[in-house]
């Protein structure tokens, strides 16, 4: 077995993490930004849902799959985080088309499937540590966690940010302009994220919000990562890692075809 190819496989996820780790103030935002929508936005609206009425209470929180608020919030916080960390990871591709280094991998004999693999999976491991930090927290303001469903529910983190990751250094591959992948990341992410079961339940949304939210990978690794940290979900959870598992199959596919069309010039 040749393993030189597997070798470019290796250098890029080490890159991407040692990169990652290098720039202080990208390992700050990523992981602050979680915990501000956690602290400004969760407990903003878990006070708008806490009637000090036993009975209301009780109501309120049949809503959201039998939590309170700051707990349903929370667990799909940790999804919000992986999600777009993913997308933000296409930002470093275009840097290096900027400085020469894109064009470098792009002529190098590694399989670029192998080249895109790499930059996701490294990408992805990183997130997978802000994941934790944003969790660890989570532990500390919520008692309604389970400390033995983090395994699994890493793994439908990490089958999320594979996917996307791929789908966003791919799409930058084609890009130049900073701005122009920051636009087009907000005009795909903002709405994804709002029909996905972070912030209202999917069940509660209008029937042309659910069928978006069926199609959108984001909502299975949501409701996969609350059940398994809090019992209670949407969807049965092998639904969840099957479907999860196809919709960023797909975005692997669509990126890999991507980035093999991708040519020195872009």
Known sequence: MDLKPLNAFYVMIYRQVRRFLRARSRVVVTVV????????????????????????????KQQFNGLDYITFLLTGVVAMSIFVGSFISGVSVIFDKQFGFLKETLVSPAPRELILLGRAVGDSLVL??????????????????RPEGIPLAMLYAFILSIGFSSLGIAIASKMSSMEGFQMLMNLIVMPLQFVSGIFFPVERMPEWMQLIAKVNPLTYAVDGIRYWLTGRSSFNPIIDITLLLILSSISIVIAIWSFRKATIEE
């Open 128 to 145: 997978m540590i802000n994941a934790m930090i944003v969790l660890g927290l989570g532990f500390l303001i919520s008692n309604e966690l």
């Open 33 to 60: 930004q979680p915990i501000l929508w956690i602290f400004l936005f969760g407990m903003g609206m878990g006070n708008v849902f806490n009637f000090q009425n036993p009975m209301v209470d009780y109501f309120i």
